[in-house]
């Protein structure tokens, strides 16, 4: 029988109590996303501080679902299509993953098929990963990219000789960070919004800030890493942009200027098979929350991701297919494993010319969860 360890990051650490301590002694209206330098394991920065008005323990338990979802998937698809043996670990402090009865399609019995072990007392989790991985033939780790926590991973268990159902370390290198995303796509010629890497010397450029304030109508500051929305925010001109940036200091070139573009958001997600073939998650468009906020005389709207809509029409989906090869090849590294596309559409979706990519995940994405593309691995 085969034997498949599936390692997702969230439900292996202890994040509901120490996020709320660590957050109380930090400055109100931190950017989301920014690291503050919180200790290793705090949800790889997914535990930061966030914005006023914003419920980080209701957001990490949103977090928390949504990777015991894709966990779940990932053990329904290995357990009932290939008959494996599926090894998962878990943090003792947390309850099991919810036995989502439409998730698993009729299984009840799918969480006690797996193969639970938990982290053992003063244990870190990649030593547990690393153990419960070389019990198998393979391993799938679930991880967002912040403060690098996917590419950490992947470094250490392939260090030790694991074979992962991910992309390269030089992939995910690249595509957890938009910054050096945004300059491959650049050389490549792939479409995407004007990107500026947010530093002192912009901030100090008034000659530079006065012509971005009239090439477009909004911008957006996002983190270089960041994951399902969190710490993005969209100003109506670039100016605002740069005077909330200057109320804060830190380590200002891990954030980005990104022009705002109108457009149809949507995702896919490519599939990267050991043969060398390629499946297609469908493509589907994107819905995002919106809410306002503001400092002083700065106002500014949070945005996040709400969720996913229905596939889009077959002869859209090549189009979309098309595009997201190109922008996903334009990439260095080795491509294996689940990888997603987010883009925007600002014209027919029948013209390739009308994609704009925003960024990669080089990761296993919820819409996994959907279950419509064929055997992922």
Known sequence: MKRIAVLEFIGCQDY?????????????????????????????????????????????????????????????????????????????????????????????????????????????????????????????????????????????????????????????????????????????????????????????????????????TAWVVKPRDGVGGIGVRRFSRFSDSVSWARRFTGDFNRLLLQQWMPGRTASIALVFLEDGSTKFSPVRDQFLTESKSSIGDIQWTELGYLGSGKPWPYEHQKVAESFARAAISAIPGNLRGWIGLDFLCDGSPTDINSYIAIEVNPRLTSSYCFGESESTF
């Open 16 to 216: 509901l109590e120490t996020t709320s301590n660590a957050i109380a002694d930090l400055p109100v209206g931190l950017p989301v996303g920014l690291p503050v330098g919180l200790p290793v394991g705090l949800s790889a920065g997914l535990a930061i501080a966030s914005s006023q008005n914003r419920n980080d323990q209701a957001e990490n338990q949103e977090l928390l679902r949504e990777g015991d979802a894709m966990l779940l998937a990932v053990a329904m698809e290995w357990i009932q299509s290939h008959g494996a043996e599926v090894h998962c670990c878990r943090h003792p402090a947390l309850n099991m993953p919810s036995n989502n009865k439409a998730l698993l399609k009729g299984d009840s019995k799918l969480l006690d098929k797996i193969q639970w072990h938990f982290i053992r007392p003063g244990e870190q989790y990649l030593n547990e990963w690393l153990r419960v991985a070389q019990m198998c033939g393979r391993a799938l780790v679930i991880a967002p990219e912040i403060d690098n926590a996917l590419l950490n991973a992947t470094r250490f268990l392939r260090s030790h000789g694991v074979d992962l159902v991910n992309a390269s370390d030089e992939f995910i290198t690249t595509a957890s960070d938009k910054w050096l995303t945004a300059l491959q796509w650049q050389e490549h010629s792939i479409r995407q919004p004007t990107t500026k890497l947010l530093c002192r010397s912009l901030l100090q450029d008034s000659a530079v800030i006065n012509v971005m304030d009239s090439e477009c």
